[in-house]
């Protein structure tokens, strides 16, 4: 199986060569999705600007604390 070959010569490399290969791997699962992005920032604004307008309340951090605390 292909993966098990590369698992194999990547665990032949030496540490440093493991590190950059780690970090490449992780770099290249951090990819965020441009449509997903983009629909997260226009509710997010939707909501602050309710906020400031005083159509929805803020929950006060004690609250939100106690309810985890439970």
């Known amino acids: 199986m292909i ?3 590369i698992k194999k010569n990547a665990l032949k490399l030496n540490a440093i060569d493991r590190v950059h290969l780690a970090e490449m791997l992780l770099d290249s ?3 965020t999705d441009k449509q997903v992005e983009k629909i997260w920032v226009a509710e997010s604004e939707k909501r602050y ?3 400031k307008e ?10 939100i604390r106690s309810s985890i605390e439970k």
């Open 29 to 31: 699962l951090d990819k």
């Open 49 to 51: 600007k309710a906020y």
């Open 3 to 5: 993966i098990e070959k």
């Open 54 to 63: 005083g159509s929805i309340k803020g929950i006060p951090l004690a609250q």
